[in-house]
């Protein structure tokens, strides 16, 4: 009610009310934005869905999601967060993505591709480590560290084409190299 009472001022002859009706707005958009955030921290069956879409909110989910990322008890849900920022425009969780860019850390391939896609070029080394360290038959592990590494860097490394050509099978290989 109160959004179409606000809607309906927008159109108001004086300026007062159409003022007072984009306060009113901006008001309903940070309460909806605190309670999408809300959503994701504890609703983990559809965490995902709703971070698929928290783009759509643009800034005003900046405020609402760092309080999630610095409140989360939870390390899947502190770095899911942290993503998401970074998407948002948002350093808060960089820190916490930097540091589980180590092998066998089972959020590594998230935290790549966020901090690639933001452009955090103090990445590209710590996902090179792990492009070394990794194991060769992890494909999965293989595939979201060379396209991070590629994002962040014009080129692979000399060491890290040498650790790729020791992957099998081929077709792999070729496609990691290219």
């Given at each position: 009610?109160?959004?179409?009472?606000?809607?309906?001022?927008?159109?108001?002859?004086?300026?007062?009310?159409?003022?007072?009706?984009?306060?009113?707005?901006?008001a309903c958009s940070?309460?909806?934005?605190?309670?999408?955030?809300?959503?994701?921290?504890?609703?983990?069956?559809?965490?995902?869905?709703i971070f698929e879409?928290?783009?759509?909110?643009?800034?005003?989910?900046?405020?609402?999601?760092?309080?999630?990322?610095?409140?989360?008890?939870?390390?899947?849900?502190?770095?899911?967060?942290?993503?998401?920022?970074?998407?948002?425009?948002?350093?808060?969780?960089?820190?916490?993505?930097?540091?589980?860019?180590?092998?066998?850390?089972?959020?590594?391939?998230?935290?790549?591709?966020?901090?690639?896609?933001?452009?955090?070029?103090?990445?590209?080394?710590?996902?090179?480590?792990?492009?070394?360290?990794?194991?060769?038959?992890?494909?999965?592990?293989?595939?979201?560290?060379?396209?991070?590494?590629?994002?962040?860097?014009?080129?692979?490394?000399?060491?890290?084409?040498?650790?790729?050509?020791?992957?099998?099978?081929?077709?792999?290989?070729?496609?990691?190299?290219?």
């Amino acid at each position: 009610m109160e959004i179409e009472r606000a809607l309906d001022s927008l159109g108001a002859p004086d300026l007062e009310s159409r003022v007072r009706a984009v306060e009113e707005l901006a008001a309903c958009s940070s309460a909806i934005a605190e309670r999408v955030a809300s959503a994701f921290a504890t609703d983990e069956e559809a965490r995902f869905l709703i971070f698929e879409r928290l783009g759509r909110f643009g800034s005003l989910m900046v405020a609402p999601m760092e309080r999630v990322h610095q409140e989360a008890g939870d390390e899947g849900l502190k770095l899911m967060a942290a993503s998401a920022l970074t998407y948002l425009g948002s350093n808060v969780g960089v820190p916490s993505l930097m540091g589980v860019l180590k092998v066998g850390n089972p959020h590594l391939c998230l935290a790549a591709t966020a901090l690639s896609s933001a452009d955090v070029s103090e990445a590209a080394d710590p996902i090179e480590r792990a492009l070394l360290e990794c194991e060769l038959s992890d494909s999965e592990t293989l595939v979201c560290l060379v396209s991070s590494l590629r994002r962040l860097r014009d080129s692979l490394p000399e060491s890290v084409r040498l650790r790729l050509a020791e992957v099998e099978p081929a077709w792999l290989r070729d496609s990691l190299l290219d």
